[in-house]
T-cell receptor, first 119, second 110 residues
Framework: EAGVAQSPRYKIIEKRQSVAFWCNPISGHATLYWYQQILGQGPKLLIQFQNNGVVDDSQLPKDRFSAERLKGVDSTLKIQPAKLEDSAVYLCASSLDPGLAGRGTDTQYFGPGTRLTVL | KQEVTQIPAALSVPEGENLVLNCSFT??????LQWFRQDPGKGLTSLLL?????REQTSGRLNASLDKSSGRSTLYIAASQPGDSATYLC?????????FGTGTRLTIIP
C-alpha cells in the first residue's frame, strides 16, 4: 500500500516570497491533516479536512496561510507571504473516516514532510 | 486546552538496557493515546495506539501503558538496540485532533 506522498521535500525561499506544498493521501482516506513542526517541538495541527470540507482550522494563520483539498483527494498548503518564523517541517497525514474507524482506533499516517527554510 | 509533556527531553543509554519514556497530559477526556517514532528528516511512524478503555498495548519489544485518571503514559523498550535511536513522540486524541508532546530524543550507545 502506498503511503502519504509529499512534495517538495525541501524548499528554501526568501522572506515575503510565496511557497506551496502538495500532499497525496493514502487511497480511501477521507481525512487529511496538515501539521507544522518547528525544530525541537511536536507537530501542531494547522488544518484538518474531512473529504472536501474543513473540520478544524483554528490554528491556521489565515492572513498568510491557505489550504485546499479539491475533489476530496490531493491537498495543497500555501504560504503567502512567508516570514522567518515559518521555517519548519510541514507534515501531511491522512486517516480513515473516524465515523468508520471509530475515534478510539483511528491512526494517522504521516508523509515524509517538507522542510521549509525562510531566509 | 490539552497540554502534553514528555520527560526527559533527551536520553542516552547503552545497548541492551531496558528503558522507559514518560508522557503526561492535562485533560483525561481522550479517545486514545499514541506513541510515534520520528527519524531525522523523516515523517512520523505510529508505534502503538492505546484506546481510552485500555490499559496497555504491546508490539514486539515495545510496551505502552495508559493511566487515564492520572494523565500518564509510559513507553517501555526492552533490550534496546542502536536502531532504536530516534525521537519518540506521544500524542493524545481529543474530540477532533491529536495534541503532541515535544518528544524524547533517544540515543542507544553501541
Amino acid at each position: 500500500e502506498a503511503g502519504v506522498a509529499q512534495s517538495p521535500r525541501y524548499k528554501i525561499i526568501e522572506k515575503r516570497q510565496s511557497v506551496a506544498f502538495w500532499c497525496n493521501p493514502i487511497s480511501g482516506h477521507a481525512t487529511l491533516y496538515w501539521y507544522q513542526q518547528i525544530l525541537g517541538q511536536g507537530p501542531k495541527l494547522l488544518i484538518q479536512f474531512q473529504n472536501n470540507g474543513v473540520v478544524d482550522d483554528s490554528q491556521l494563520p489565515k492572513d498568510r496561510f491557505s489550504a485546499e483539498r479539491l475533489k476530496g483527494v490531493d491537498s495543497t498548503l500555501k504560504i503567502q507571504p512567508a516570514k522567518l518564523e515559518d521555517s519548519a517541517v510541514y507534515l501531511c497525514a491522512s486517516s480513515l473516516d473516524p465515523g468508520l474507524a471509530g475515534r478510539g482506533t483511528d491512526t494517522q499516517y504521516f508523509g515524509p514532510g517538507t522542510r521549509l527554510t525562510v531566509l | 486546552k490539552q497540554e502534553v509533556t514528555q520527560i526527559p527531553a533527551a536520553l542516552s543509554v547503552p545497548e541492551g538496557e531496558n528503558l522507559v519514556l514518560n508522557c503526561s497530559f492535562t485533560d483525561s477526556a481522550i479517545y486514545n493515546l499514541q506513541w510515534f517514532r520520528q527519524d531525522p528528516g523523516k515523517g512520523l511512524t505510529s508505534l502503538l495506539l492505546i484506546q481510552s478503555s485500555q490499559r496497555e498495548q504491546t508490539s514486539g519489544r515495545l510496551n505502552a501503558s495508559l493511566d487515564k485518571s492520572s494523565g500518564r503514559s509510559t513507553l517501555y523498550i526492552a533490550a534496546s538496540q542502536p536502531g532504536d535511536s530516534a525521537t519518540y513522540l506521544c500524542a493524545v486524541r481529543g474530540n477532533e485532533k491529536l495534541t503532541f508532546g515535544t518528544g524524547t530524543r533517544l540515543t542507544i550507545i553501541p
